[in-house]
C-alpha cells in the first residue's frame, strides 16, 4: 500500500480548491472567483485499492497586500509544507508568472518532497503562458495538464501521485474524505455564500462560526451561526435593506445544506461587530 501527504500550493485564484473537489469527488473546499477565499489547510482524502493521499488545500499566496488577515494565511502556507510527501504546484496558464508564482517556487525548493507542475484550467481556449509554465518541467518530478473545472486528466495525476508515494498504511478510515469538523464546514459554506455575493473588501472583513447544531425532536436540523465582520458599515451592507442580503444568503446556504444532509434545514444567522476576529483564527 502506498499512503502519504500531498499539499496543493500556488497563488490565489489558480483552482486549488477546485482542484481539491475534483479529486475527492465531493465539495469539501469552498471555491470562489475572488482571491483569498481559503483560509484553512482543508484535507481532502482519495482512498484506493493502491493505498490512500491525503491532499492539502492551502490559502493562495498574495503578496500585493500586508495585512493581518493575509500574514496569518502566509504562516498557515508555510507551516503545510512540513513533514510531507508531495507538493503540487498549481498554476494558472492564462495569468502571467509574477512575483507570486516565485514566491511559489522559493518555498517548495525548500521543501523536502517530491515536486509536481499542475497546470490546471486547461479548458480556457486563451492560455498565452501555457508555454512559460511547460518551460518550468526541468524543475518538477512530474507535470500534469488538467482542467479541474472539467475533471479532465484529473485521475491522470492521481495515478501519477501514487507512484512518487511512499510505502504506507492509511491514515484515515476509506470512508472519510475530509479533516474538516462539521460545523468548520457549514461555517465554511456561509462564508462562500458571502464571498459570491458582496463586494470588494466586504468579503474579506467577514468570519463565519457555527455555534449550535442540534436535530430536533420534529427531525429539523437546526443550526445556528454568526458573521462576524469588523465594522458597523459592513454589517449594514450584509444585512441588507429590510434584511434582504441576509435573508438570500440563509437561503441559499439552507438548500445546499438540505441537499447534501438530505435533511430539513433551519438556519438561524446572526451577524455581529468584532473588529479583532482575525486574531481568533486558527491556523
Ligand atoms: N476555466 C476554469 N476555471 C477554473 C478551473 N479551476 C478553477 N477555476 C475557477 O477559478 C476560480 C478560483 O477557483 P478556486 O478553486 O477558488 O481557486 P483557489 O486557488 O483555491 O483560490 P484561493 O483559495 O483564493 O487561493 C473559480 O472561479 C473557479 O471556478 C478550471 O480548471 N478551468
Ligand atoms: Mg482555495
Do not use: C
Amino acid at each position: 500500500m502506498k499512503s502519504g501527504f500531498a499539499v496543493l500550493i500556488g497563488r490565489s485564484n489558480v483552482g486549488k480548491s477546485t482542484l481539491l473537489n475534483a479529486l475527492v469527488g465531493s465539495k469539501v473546499a469552498i471555491t470562489s472567483p475572488k482571491p483569498q477565499t481559503t483560509r484553512l489547510p482543508i484535507q481532502g482524502i482519495v482512498t484506493r485499492d493502491e493505498g490512500q493521499i491525503v491532499f492539502v488545500d492551502t490559502p493562495g499566496l498574495l503578496k500585493k497586500k500586508k495585512d493581518p488577515l493575509t500574514r496569518r494565511l502566509h504562516q498557515s502556507i508555510a507551516q503545510s509544507l512540513k513533514d510531507i510527501d508531495v507538493v503540487g504546484h498549481v498554476v494558472d496558464p492564462t495569468r502571467e508568472i509574477g512575483e507570486e508564482e516565485r514566491e511559489v517556487l522559493r518555498l517548495i525548493k525548500q521543501a523536502d518532497a517530491k515536486r509536481v507542475l499542475i497546470i490546471n484550467k486547461m479548458d480556457e481556449r486563451d492560455k498565452p503562458y501555457l508555454d512559460f509554465y511547460r518551460d518550468l518541467a526541468g524543475e518538477y518530478d512530474a507535470v500534469v495538464e488538467l482542467s479541474a473545472l472539467r475533471g479532465t486528466h484529473v485521475e491522470t495525476f492521481i495515478v501519477s501521485l501514487f507512484e512518487l508515494l511512499p510505502e504506507g498504511e492509511p491514515l484515515y478510515p476509506a470512508f472519510q474524505l475530509t479533516n474538516l469538523p462539521n460545523k468548520i464546514w457549514m461555517a465554511e459554506l456561509i462564508r462562500e455564500k458571502l464571498f459570491l455575493r458582496l463586494r470588494q473588501e466586504v468579503p474579506y472583513s467577514t468570519h463565519v462560526e457555527v455555534t449550535e447544531m442540534d436535530k430536533r425532536e420534529n427531525g429539523l436540523l437546526y443550526i445556528a451561526a454568526t458573521i462576524f465582520t469588523t465594522d458597523e458599515r459592513y454589517k449594514r451592507m450584509i444585512i441588507g435593506k429590510n434584511g434582504q442580503g441576509i435573508k438570500e444568503i440563509g437561503q441559499s446556504t439552507r438548500r445546499e445544506l438540505e441537499g447534501v444532509m438530505e435533511n430539513r434545514v433551519f438556519l438561524d444567522l446572526t451577524v455581529e461587530v468584532d473588529p479583532h476576529w482575525v486574531e481568533r483564527l486558527h491556523e
